[in-house]
Antibody
Framework: QVQLQESGPGLVKPSETLSLTCTVSGGSVSSGSYYWSWIRQPPGKGLEWIGYFYYSGSTNYNPSLKSRVTISVDTSKNQFSLKLNSVTAADTAVYYC????????????????WGQGTMVTVSS | DIVMTQSPDSLAVSLGERATINCKSSQSVLYSSNNKNYLAWYQQKPGQPPKLLIYWASTRESGVPDRFSGSGSGTDFTLTVTGLQAEDVAVYYCQQYYSSPLTFGGGTKVEIK
């Protein structure tokens, strides 16, 4: 079965770039059947969709973060990555990678598989 | 952006009783071409990622107990837990996937009375 695992630094300094990787096992990020997303959750708060990536290179980002976000893929490692630049304390959150379910053939679908999440703190 | 508003923020229910959570979207998430509501429900327990319970507003994800049910259409939706179990203590979120940006409700915390 497909599993996702986030990895990356747990502490990032203000104004620097947050970089996280999601490793996919039991499936392929190059599968045309699925979209792949990043979602975050500030401590004690709700969920915010960051954006998605499709194997063709198509991406779509939340306008609230669009100017600072890049999602990319490394098919050789079966991973997809998140870069968020110019971070502030407001970017402190648990970051999740997730698979879009694939029933619609588009990103417009539920998230059926999630990673365990990784906590990132922005602090000097 | 489609704003998702959940109510109540929290509720306490006795074991075996019914829990009802409401979710309202700021615009319809019913896609007329296929008559599907682009609405999902998730359960999140402390320290865990969200778990998909319901999609298309009323379709249970594989392996989800049938005490969880979803209903509603257009802008008003409900998640019902019939016969609450201790393991159902969690925060529940609705989410629309009708349009970008995909958005979530603020969550409803369910506790045991």
């Amino acid at each position: 079965q497909v599993q996702l695992q986030e990895s990356g630094p747990g502490l990032v300094k203000p104004s620097e770039t947050l970089s996280l990787t999601c490793t996919v096992s039991g499936g392929s990020v190059s599968s045309g059947s699925y979209y792949w997303s990043w979602i975050r959750q500030p401590p004690g708060k709700g969920l915010e969709w960051i954006g998605y990536f499709y194997y063709s290179g198509s991406t779509n980002y939340n306008p609230s973060l669009k100017s600072r976000v890049t999602i990319s893929v490394d098919t050789s490692k079966n991973q997809f990555s998140l870069k968020l630049n110019s971070v502030t304390a407001a970017d402190t959150a648990v970051y999740y990678c997730a698979r879009v379910k694939g029933t619609t053939g588009s990103y417009r679908d539920a998230f059926d598989i999630w990673g365990q999440g990784t906590m990132v703190t922005v602090s000097s | 952006d489609i704003v998702m508003t959940q109510s109540p923020d929290s509720l306490a229910v006795s074991l075996g009783e019914r829990a009802t959570i409401n979710c309202k979207s700021s615009q319809s998430v019913l896609y007329s071409s296929n008559n599907k509501n682009y609405l999902a429900w998730y359960q999140q327990k402390p320290g865990q990622p969200p778990k998909l319970l319901i999609y298309w507003a009323s379709t249970r994800e594989s392996g989800v107990p049938d005490r969880f049910s979803g209903s509603g259409s257009g802008t008003d939706f409900t998640l019902t837990v019939t016969g609450l179990q201790a393991e159902d203590v969690a925060v529940y979120y609705c989410q629309q996937y009708y349009s970008s940006p995909l958005t979530f409700g603020g969550g409803t915390k369910v506790e045991i009375k």
